[in-house]
């Protein structure tokens, strides 16, 4: 069974830091493209950043561009996501999920963690 262990989510203040971590169970990262998605409440889940299997290509989101970074620790076979420079409007609920290495569609997803930002 595929399981995710997403951590570091929590109540920080606008401008503030927080470094969200995902540790899957049941594969390995190195086979998967794998990303980082959030929602809020009322709202719909949107893309914040993804990295490739091999880790050589990154996509974010232009709402956290040059605040986020996508990291991933293939030995470790976790997926980071530092978050710096916290906006109110980046509360909400971050999911990291991923997908079979080439494939369109998201098909494992974590629990997700909660993001406060408070102003």
């Known amino acids: 069974e595929v399981q995710f262990a997403e951590s570091g989510g929590g109540l920080v203040q606008a401008g503030g830091s927080l470094r969200l971590s995902c540790v899957p169970s049941?594969?390995?990262?190195?086979?998967?493209?794998i990303g980082w998605f959030r929602q809020a409440p009322g709202k719909e889940r949107e893309t914040v950043s993804c990295?490739?299997?091999?880790?050589?290509?990154?996509y974010y989101a232009d709402f956290v561009q040059g605040r986020f970074t996508i990291s991933s620790d293939n030995a470790k076979n976790t997926l980071y996501l530092q978050m710096n420079s916290l906006k109110p409007e980046d509360t909400a609920v971050y999911y990291c999920?991923?997908?079979?290495?080439?494939?369109?569609?998201?098909?494992?997803w974590g629990q997700g963690t909660q993001v406060t930002v408070s102003s």
């Open positions: 999920a991923a997908k079979p290495r080439g494939a369109s569609d998201y098909t494992h």
């Open positions: 990295i490739s299997s091999s880790g050589g290509s990154t």
């Open positions: 049941g594969f390995t990262f190195e086979d998967y493209d």
